[in-house]
């Protein structure tokens, strides 16, 4: 069975939740780093993810892929999927409010961890302009 996360907050700590193929999951971390290496062109040059969820009952760290994540916060969401059973990070997908950015993306991070009190997430998107013009822009996601 593949992992179908959920993530949401309202911006409290009571308003966050977990869910893992609808059950609630206690977690007290959750970090998510995707960055895609880019040439001056913005052509894709590969890349790394690290995805994990440190469990409360056990303290353990447990992978988030193969399956999918949502993140829902206010005024923006991300779905991640990555179905790879060996985890290959050009499978890996992501949509951002609702549009599929995956060719764009240099980097999506996000770590939730209740235990530093931390809260902190954010895309960045790549967009080549040609001949040594480049732009990225960062969104602000938590």
Not at 15 to 34: V, Y
Not at 95 to 118: G, H, L
């Amino acid at each position: 069975m593949q992992n179908q996360w959920v993530f949401s907050t309202q911006g409290s700590w009571d308003t966050t939740t977990l869910f893992n193929n609808g059950e609630e999951i206690f977690a007290s971390r959750l970090f998510l780093q995707f960055r895609q290496a880019r040439n001056w062109l913005g052509s894709d040059k590969g890349g790394e993810m690290e995805a994990i969820i440190r469990s409360d009952d056990s303290g353990e760290e447990v992978g988030i892929f193969p399956g999918s994540i949502e993140i829902q916060v206010p005024n923006h969401s991300v779905l991640i999927q990555n179905r790879d059973p060996h985890f290959a990070f050009e499978e890996t997908k992501i949509w951002y409010q609702e549009i599929e950015v995956t060719p764009t993306v240099a980097e999506f991070s996000i770590e939730v961890d209740s235990d530093q009190n931390v809260v902190q997430a954010y895309i960045s998107l790549f967009q080549g302009k040609g001949l040594g013009s480049t732009e990225s822009e960062t969104f602000t996601i938590l």
